[in-house]
C-alpha cells in the first residue's frame, strides 16, 4: 500500500493512543465496523477521507492533523495556488488536493479530486458521513450513484447532497474526471 496511507494510519493510532481509547470506542464512536477501523489503522487499506473526517470531527481535531500530519495555522485567510494544493493519493483511482490546509477551525473541507478511469466492471466503492457535500465538474464525465440513484455529470455540472447517504462515483469514457468536492 501507499506510503501516505501508511502515515496516515499511524497517525489515526497515535490519536486513538492518545486518548487512550480503544479501537472498539473509536469504532463505535464513528459508526465503524471494529474491522473496518482495525484495517485502516492497519496501513494496508485505502482509509476513505468521509472515515477520516469521522474521526475528526468526533475529536476535534483537524481534518488536515490526520491527512497530512500537520496544524492549520491561519485564521484570516488561507490562498491556495493553482495546482498548489496539498494533496494525497489514496489510490491510482483517486487524489485529493486540499484547498484550505492551513486554514484552521474551517466549517467545510474543499477538495480538488481526481478520479482515474477503472475496468467498467470494477464496482464503485461508496462511502457516507455526516453532513452534506457539493461536487462541481471542472473536467471529464462522472457517474455520481447516491443511495442507488445513477446521475450523470458533465463538465460545468454540480450537485449538492446529504452525505450520509452511501455514495460513490466513477470516471466515465475512459478519461479522468476533475471536481471540486466541498464537504460541510
Known sequence: MNEQIRQIAE?????????????EDVAKACE????????????EYDISVSMLQKVARIYKVELDTLLFGQEPKMSSFFLTRAGMGTSIERTKAYKYQ??????????A??????VEPTNPETPIHF?????????????????LNIN??????NEGDSIYFDSKQPHGMKALDGKSVKFLAVII
Do not use: W
Open 11 to 23: 497517525r489515526l493510532r497515535g490519536l486513538r493512543e492518545v486518548l487512550e481509547l480503544s479501537a
Open 32 to 43: 465503524l465496523s471494529i474491522d473496518e477501523y482495525r484495517l485502516a489503522e492497519s496501513g
Open 98 to 107: 486540499s484547498l484550505a490546509a492551513g486554514f484552521m477551525n474551517r466549517k
Open 109 to 114: 473541507d474543499p477538495f480538488i479530486v481526481t
Open 127 to 143: 462511502n457516507s458521513h455526516t453532513g452534506q457535500e457539493f461536487n462541481l465538474i471542472i473536467s471529464g464525465k462522472m457517474l
Open 148 to 153: 442507488g440513484k445513477e446521475l450523470i455529470l
